[in-house]
């Protein structure tokens, strides 16, 4: 295992962290820090807010933007640690492959208020309206751009919408022609991918990969381990074309991963198996008018073998027509969608069942907004969406923007909009254990979840050196999901409300033109509590609901350095969770890279360097705690 320790080591660190800018001065990189300026990237064309390429500094949202040159210099191997780099995201290792994800607040394993998108497939599951993070992955260096707003997008996105949406672009597979391999090993996982990329005739481009990791059990407070080892391994391609005014992609992905195998005194637990494909097809169109019509379909199908909680097996399809005009001062934007839904849930040896074990769900959708520009510097975009579920019926969507442009570099915004997180699964049909007696049961009266929300934000870059965001919300809850009162068994009821109130705010600071620092703050105030009149049990304080940390804060900084070296720089804080007895850490993770020629790079990663090893979520008892890693890289492409 990789160690270090002592405080010499650490002064070293911060001397080389506060040191190579100096010598930057005294002898310039051989090229700047990124291929964009700080003015350039506030023009970066984002689609997560107006569903249409909007220049950043116009996007009237909390966004963060993480593009593939952060994902390259932090040296991260995973999609879920690539997260981290959003400031406005809650992001907890459970296990060496299990990761709880939210934004402002209900972080958990099974977290159920956040929407995330892949190249616009939706890959939470109707189990229980949440990600297994373990099952999904992409090659991570054909991101294009990672796209975070934290916050409500029910309008355009849909019910699940509710704290945030998280949208994966990869790229277009022009910009990935000819090969790349890419390998990596440490004292804790190795991995492995290849890629290829050609053209199709001269209206098209094609790209092929594959890739595999293999992560190391964790361990324990005390030493022993954790069998959560995960070897996963996937495989996909992603095809472009155009022919005229018409643009076309197919793309798809494979995978199966396993778990080690574990052992209870008494017995062998049977490892984890997964495994799933999709296939997606998309078409643009633009009209001689300047609108744009899109058609998207997919097909999602999944398998999963828990064999201590349940063993799903999922079939999804799915199809929208999106149509924006372009209207005088008006930008309207519609469409319509549907999505069919087929399981079989198993039961587990110890835990969960679904009654009944298999179910078929269907949505349909349709929304509308429009964008107003009142005057040159001052526009308003309300919009609704419509959204039909199989469990409460029609749910309304509405949330109205408004946008004052202050200057060519700052921007004054506001939102209000109410957003829901639809039954799922799990909150209607759940009975645990799997047999009875029932201790738990999904509700039959189970309902939406509700939010209002109210939100106030600045985005502004004064210099050409520093751009900074700022954004204060509250979410005003009702119907959040609790438990009826004893005798057993305790059935899921809407029992909970009550509001949230916190900022966002994020820095980028470019001293020199090799040099960048970027910090990220968030606070979370959660006030929650009983309906009047109702006897709840537990009540608010169960680690679903109010089990977050108060604050969290970022550093990074990333220097280019003579001899084309880079050398990069991650300081994070979270505070502790207050009901699992968690307690807050810092972690210090670098980086130093090489480009040893235009075909190869190497770079060595260091996480946790100044903490033998530390929680991030889970009850002390059993719960994986993380050590300090070590990992190699080499990528060459030709």
């Not at 594959?210 to 495989?235: C, H, I, M, Y």
């Not at 189970?446 to 700022?470: D, H, M």
């Not at 977050?548 to 300081?571: A, I, N, T, V």
């Not at 996480?607 to 530390?614: A, E, G, K, P, S």
């Amino acid at each position: 295992m990789f160690y270090l320790a002592g405080q010499r080591w650490k002064q070293a660190l911060w001397a080389l962290a506060l040191g190579w800018p100096l010598a930057c001065l005294a002898q310039p990189a051989e090229k700047s820090l990124a291929d964009l300026s700080l003015e350039e990237l506030a023009q970066i064309q984002v689609t997560s807010v107006f569903r249409r390429a909007t220049p950043l500094s116009d996007a009237p949202a909390s966004l963060y933007v993480i593009s593939r040159e952060d994902i390259r210099r932090s040296g991260v191997t995973t999609l879920a640690e690539a997260l981290r780099l959003a400031p406005n995201l809650q992001v907890a290792r459970v296990t060496s492959n299990r990761y709880a994800i939210s934004a402002r607040g209900f972080n958990n394993a099974i977290g159920n208020k956040l929407l995330v998108l892949i190249d616009g497939r939706t890959i939470y599951t109707p189990l229980f309206s949440g990600v297994f993070w373990d099952q999904h992955e992409v090659m991570l260096e054909d991101i294009e751009r990672i796209e975070v707003i934290s916050g409500p997008g029910a309008t355009l996105w849909g019910v699940n919408a509710v704290n945030g949406v998280i949208n994966i672009i990869s790229r277009h597979s022009r910009d990935t022609q000819g090969v790349l391999v890419a390998a990596g090993a440490g004292n804790r996982e190795q991995t492995a991918a290849v890629r290829y990329g050609g053209k199709l005739g001269d209206a098209g481009h094609f790209r092929i990969y594959g890739k595999r990791f293999e992560l190391e059990n964790t361990t324990r407070a005390n030493g022993s381990s954790v069998p959560d080892g995960w070897q996963n391994g996937q495989v996909g391609f992603r095809t472009d074309w155009r022919i005229d005014s018409n643009e076309f992609t197919l793309q798809g992905d494979a995978y199966s991963g396993k778990s080690e195998t574990g052992f209870v005194p008494g017995f062998v637990i049977p490892p984890i198996n997964v495994s799933g494909a999709n296939l997606l097809a998309r078409w643009k169109r633009t009209l001689t008018n300047g609108s744009d019509i899109h058609l998207q379909a997919y097909y999602d199908h999944s398998d999963r073998d828990d064999p201590l909680f349940f063993r799903p097996e999922q079939d999804i399809f799915d199809i929208e027509l999106q149509h924006g005009i372009p209207l005088g001062r008006h930008r309207v934007v519609w469409g319509a969608g549907y999505r069919h839904a087929r399981d079989d849930v198993g039961p587990g040896l110890v835990f969960s069942a679904f009654i009944p074990r298999s179910r078929s769900l269907d949505w349909t959708n349709v929304f509308v907004q429009d964008e107003i520009k009142l005057t040159d510097t001052l526009a308003i975009t309300p919009g609704i969406r419509l959204e039909h579920n199989d469990y409460t019926g029609w749910e309304y969507l509405p949330s109205a923007r408004l946008a004052w442009k202050l200057s060519s570099a700052h921007l004054v915004w506001s939102a209000v909009s109410r957003a829901v997180r639809a039954p799922s699964r799990f909150d209607r049909d759940v009975v645990n254990p799997p047999r009875p007696p029932f201790a738990i049961q999904g509700g039959p009266n189970f309902v939406s979840e509700v939010a209002k929300v109210y939100e106030i934000g600045y985005r502004g870059q004064p210099t050409r050196q520093l751009s900074y965001s700022l954004t204060a919300f509250r979410h005003e809850w009702k119907r959040l999901r609790s438990a009826t009162p004893l005798p057993l068994p305790l059935f899921l009821v809407n029992n909970i409300e009550g509001f949230i109130n916190g900022v966002e705010a994020w820095v980028t600071y470019q001293p020199l033109p090799a040099w960048r620092i970027e910090g990220g703050y968030t606070s979370l105030r959660e006030h929650l509590g009983v309906t009047p009149g109702v006897n709840d049990p537990v009540g608010p304080r169960n680690a679903t609901l109010a089990n977050d940390p108060d604050h969290q804060w970022m550093l990074r900084s990333s220097f280019d350095l003579p001899g084309r070296h880079e050398l990069d720089f991650m300081l994070r804080r979270v505070a502790s969770l207050p009901l699992e007895s968690v307690p807050g850490y810092t972690a210090f993770d670098a980086r130093w890279g090489w480009k040893i020629s235009r075909q190869l790079e190497a770079s060595v990663t260091f996480q946790n360097l100044f903490d033998r090893q530390h929680a991030e979520f889970g009850a002390p008892a059993g719960r994986s705690e993380f050590e300090r890693a070590v990992f190699l890289k080499l990528l060459w492409r030709q």
